[in-house]
């Protein structure tokens, strides 16, 4: 067992998003990104199978998807997604997500 304080480990940049590995096995893929309000994960996809998990753990943006669509995401929204479809993330406040992806890539 571990355990790792998000809020410890991974701070935000003004630069550019921060990314922290939490976790990665042969089953999952842990990540957490910190965005200060503007910054974004473009859209994008992955040419695998699986699925992927974004959690709002602080803050507000949006899930961005094909052709520039926007979800609203705030503290507790939960986004899942098959992997292969394209997805992104956008801050409108400062934001910290925790990304689970399976299996990893």
Do not use: C, W
């Not at 003004?14 to 096995?25: I, M, N, P, Q």
């Not at 089953?27 to 990104?33: A, D, E, G, S």
């Not at 052709?67 to 910290?96: E, F, Q, T, W, Y």
């Amino acid at each position: 067992m571990k355990k790792i304080s998000l809020y410890e480990e991974n701070d935000f940049s003004e630069k550019a998003f921060k990314r922290l590995l939490v976790h990665d096995s042969a089953y999952f893929k842990i990540l957490n990104f910190n965005f200060k309000a503007g910054q974004e994960l473009p859209i994008h996809s992955h040419l695998i199978e699986g699925q992927v998990s974004i959690v709002v753990i602080e803050g507000e943006g949006e899930f961005l998807g094909k052709d520039n669509s926007a979800l609203p995401a705030s503290k507790g929204d939960v986004l899942i997604s098959d992997i292969a479809k394209p997805h992104g993330i956008r801050a409108k406040s400062d934001l910290r997500v925790l990304v689970t992806i399976a299996p990893p890539i």
